[in-house]
């Protein structure tokens, strides 16, 4: 009787207990958002920006592959995952799993919430046919993952499944067998009985790989599916203020040397862009599948359908060559669209947030906050009227922006030369009464931009700008270039610890707080590096004020810092790093290369239609002789890392 009593007490809670949801998130590879790529894409318009809400405040803090999908995964800063660049020694799935970034992260709390998670796509960098089950990555009930050195080949398409050996498709085209997997994910989840989290990441629009006859390597735009090849004949780039301008604005480290762009150059620039829309329309029907999928499983109104991407893209503004990785609004602010229970239809929303508050939010929406660690930078972005009361918000309105490199490269074109740092911590502090720009180089330059006057950055305002404006964003950038966890999300408490008033930089701005503020020691790199180091980036928070430096550290600073010497070390810095150092041609040994052919790429057009549901039949395993083979394609001193282009490297 007593037995009966509590199993009927359990199934009456179980029933008041609102159905948790469930979540689709779609992750794209390179997608812009100021270039507008979203409005070619029709499924995206109608099932996600008609129904749900775009958020246009949303923002990659560090503009690169794999430092970025890793920094989401696991709610934090790249300066905090110590992920920092797209292959050994600084990133990588080897160094992922090395650091035991995959032992917490967001599959794992979603599995701990209840969820049945699946994963369909690019992971990260460096996951390949050597490493793939060495581990397999951890927390997903269901994985199909793309494994390098075949990443970014458009017309071959190489998974591993739950950690399995390899197989390939032969005459398939990527995207779409990530349409099929994806459509074969959502039947199978149809009879689950748990909520259920699916994350599809194709690797579109990522520029293409390709290994030329005589071994020599090279990169292209990305590869449409045949069907698509011919869309979008006449579209160009939006020739906005900032596209090759006639006078260079942008101006610091490597971007005061870069020429305009000839005609010529600029028709191949408008090809790339098109290209980049013929290949999200493979995406798009991706997106057109799992809303034909949750309609007919009647399970659309439970579901939180989620699209944004990693990083986002530059094509000619301010003349630079195609490519991220800088702190153009082009690079980082990233497309996020949000529909499902309780987000508003046909919205546009002006919140700030940054991919560290993804995981915690889908945590929120899961109602599983008690799995999230303490240690997460990030915080829970109000995408519903029950989210906006969230004891851990996002932060108001400031986040930074991170790079560490010693070069900034041109995809596409491997024989341009850019050469200076691309090193960089970057303040971005955005409200409906201001939004600004302030940015702090390894080569002592800095940048203010006012983007609310001019949202093109036409005007580094650097040196005219008001000193007590600079005072806070400097100082504001002190703590956010190293926060951790709830300092992320609230700085001010930082700077004010006991003056809770101060809560935005309108409150800071006080005339009553000047004087609090002239005694901060301002961000300064102590040399340029491809590394994060606590010690090169300083002051650290404790040793902040200019009265914790000793004479001899202050003169020092001077001499290597002051206004009037930077373009000295600048010019310094590029004899040392970049002057005497030749464009090496990569070229593939003739060994490895007939090993890397041993999948074929096929010789044809491929992508005219998606594959059928029988797809899964014509699976061919990965030949053992490559698999079995150690070939250092990832090895820097190799020049082979060819897999990893498109992520500055190559």
Known sequence: MLLQSFVHGSEQKKRAEPEKPNIIFIFTDDQDFRLNSLDYMPNVQKHLVQEGTVYNNHYATIAVCCPSRVGLLRGQYAHNTNITDVLPPYGGYDRF???????????????????NTNYIGKLMNEYTIFNYDKPAPRGFDHQDQLVDPYTYVYNTAVFSTNGEPPVYYKDAYQTDVIHAKTRATLKRLEESDDPFFLWVAPMAPHGQFILHEDGTINTSPPIPAARHKHYFPDVKIPRTP???????????????????????????????????????????????TVFEQLKKQGKLDNTYIIYSADNGYHLGQHRAYP????????????????????????????????????????????????????????????????????????????????????????EYYPEVEMNGPNTYKTLRVISSDYNYMYAVWCTGEHEFYDLKEDPYELNNLYNSVNIQLVNRLDALLVVLKSCRAETCRDPWRVLHPYDKDVKTLADALDTKYDAHYAQFRKVEFQECTDFYAEWNEAPAIGDHFLSNITETKRNDRIMLHAQKTSQLVFKSLKQSLFGSEKKEKKILPKEYQELYNLIPTSNKSVGHEVPDESFEEKAIPVPEDLRQTPIPWEKKKKNFFFFLFGCLQF
């Open 97 to 115: 799993n090395r650091l035991k970034l995959g032992e917490d992260y967001l599959p794992i709390w979603l599995q701990n919430a209840g969820y």
């Open 242 to 288: 900032h596209f090759n301008p006639d006078s260079q604005y942008k101006t610091a480290s490597y971007w005061k040397d870069l020429e305009k762009l000839g005609p010529e150059l600029v028709e191949e620039l408008d090809e790339a862009y098109r290209n980049r829309l013929r290949a999200l329309q493979a995406v798009d029907e991706i997106v057109g």
């Open 323 to 410: 490519g991220k990785c800088t702190n153009m609004e082009e690079d980082i602010n990233v497309p996020f669209i949000v529909r499902g229970p309780g987000v508003p239809k046909g919205q546009t929303s002006d919140i700030v947030s940054s991919h560290h508050d993804i995981a915690p939010t889908l945590l929120a929406l899961a109602r599983g906050d008690e799995f999230i660690p303490s240690w997460v930078d990030g915080g829970v972005i109000p995408l519903t009227t029950e989210l906006k009361n969230h004891p851990k918000p996002v932060s108001k309105e400031s986040f930074a922006v991170e790079f560490w490199s010693l070069r900034n490269m041109a």
